[in-house]
């Protein structure tokens, strides 16, 4: 299975961006998808998930972001508004047996996109 996430790059405080995460060699439907982030000297932190019962986000993004999957076409997607400088890092998306909030929870990962919120 591979992931190829995109769609980061810099915007203003309170602006949006949406990441998209491409799936491919496997079965879409199988896969809980996650969102995770990491900021430059912090540890990779979960942003929010998708499984079969729902959505379900950190409490820092909770009410901002929102994740959504088309199974059309195999991508998942991450809607980020109202975006701050603390939301700056590199989004990563993942997929797993179930949408966990560790990243040991997850068996495959994107390479990452960069997002950068200026002030």
């Known amino acids: 299975v591979q992931l190829q996430a995109y769609g980061g790059g810099s915007v203003q405080t309170g602006g949006f961006l949406r990441l998209s995460c491409a799936v491919s060699?496997?079965?879409?439907?199988?896969?809980?998808m996650g969102w995770f982030r990491q900021a430059p000297g912090k540890e990779r932190e979960f942003v929010g998930g998708?499984?079969?019962?729902?959505?379900y986000y950190s409490r820092s993004v909770k009410g901002r972001f929102t994740i959504s999957r088309d199974s059309a076409v195999n991508v998942v997607f991450l809607q980020m508004n109202s975006l701050t400088p603390e939301d700056t890092a590199v989004y990563y998306c993942?997929?797993?047996?179930?949408?966990?909030?560790?990243?040991?929870?997850?068996?495959?990962w994107g390479q990452g996109t960069l997002v950068t919120v200026s002030s």
């Open positions: 993942a997929a797993g047996s179930y949408a966990g909030m560790r990243p040991l929870d997850y068996i495959y």
């Open positions: 060699g496997g079965t879409f439907r199988d896969y809980a």
């Open positions: 998708v499984n079969w019962s729902g959505t």
